[in-house]
T-cell receptor, first 113, second 115 residues
Framework: GDSVTQMEGPVTLSEEAFLTINCTYT??????LFWYVQYPGEGLQPLLK?????DKGSNKGFEATYRKETTSFHLEKGSVQVSDSAVYFC????????????FGKGTSLLVTP | NAGVTQTPKFQVLKTGQSMTLQCAQD?????MSWYRQDPGMGLRLIHY???????DQGEVPNGYNVSRSTTEDFPLRLLSAAPSQTSVYFC??????????????FGPGTRLTVL
């Protein structure tokens, strides 16, 4: 079945550092790919998405490109802030599962001043 | 719009007790779903619904029951609580269109402890 693999955390960065969180997937067909963010004590919020190969999703300075050849959707940000500290989840949805979200295990990010 | 709302925010149960976790959305979304979040496991789908009167099982449905009598509400019932059901439960909904490829929007969660 479909699956999502994320790099394990926690990831600790200094403010203004470059962020990469790796995400790879296994899926049949043409899934949609998502990044969600969860701040402490809150629910998940959609961060960005891409629905077809080579699409780039972007939001709040974060970017991710749907790479079908490497089955990847890595999250990047050029300069992180303390307020970016959160848990980030990569997810896919696919027609073979009624477009339910299939999540990775999450990557915790801590940004220090 | 209030978005997706969940009640209660916290709940403690004893083994064998039953309860209902409430979920409501005011965005007229047809698709709604329930997930549980456990440390190191990500989120796993329990049940979902594509519209009023239609529900289906997800990855971990055992011990849970759902119904969908209205578009707005999608309650999750624990029939006989077990310690393994200690978790944080999230309800989510998805707007129509995009052929099902749109984002889902999540409620704030219910933290459940079963003793």
């Amino acid at each position: 079945g479909d699956s999502v693999t994320q790099m394990e955390g926690p990831v600790t960065l200094s403010e203004e550092a470059f962020l990469t969180i790796n995400c790879t997937y296994t899926a049949t067909g043409y899934p949609s790919l998502f990044w969600y963010v969860q701040y402490p004590g809150e629910g998940l919020q959609p961060l960005l998405k891409a629905t077809k190969a080579d699409d780039k999703g972007s939001n709040k300075g974060f970017e991710a490109t749907y790479r079908k050849e490497t089955t990847s959707f890595h999250l990047e940000k050029g300069s992180v802030q303390v307020s970016d500290s959160a848990v980030y989840f990569c997810a896919l949805s696919n027609s073979n599962s009624g477009y339910a979200l299939n999540f990775g295990k999450g990557t915790s990010l801590l940004v220090t001043p | 719009n209030a978005g997706v709302t969940q009640t209660p925010k916290f709940q403690v149960l004893k083994t064998g007790q039953s309860m209902t976790l409430q979920c409501a959305q005011d965005m007229n979304h047809e698709y709604m779903s329930w997930y549980r979040q456990d440390p190191g496991m990500g989120l796993r789908l329990i049940h979902y619904s594509v519209g009023a009167g239609i529900t289906d099982q997800g990855e971990v449905p055992n011990g849970y029951n759902v119904s969908r009598s209205t578009t707005e509400d999608f309650p999750l019932r624990l029939l006989s609580a077990a310690p393994s059901q200690t978790s944080v439960y999230f309800c989510a909904s998805r707007p129509p269109g995009y052929g099902g490829r749109g984002e889902q929007f999540f409620g704030p969660g219910t933290r459940l402890t079963v003793l």
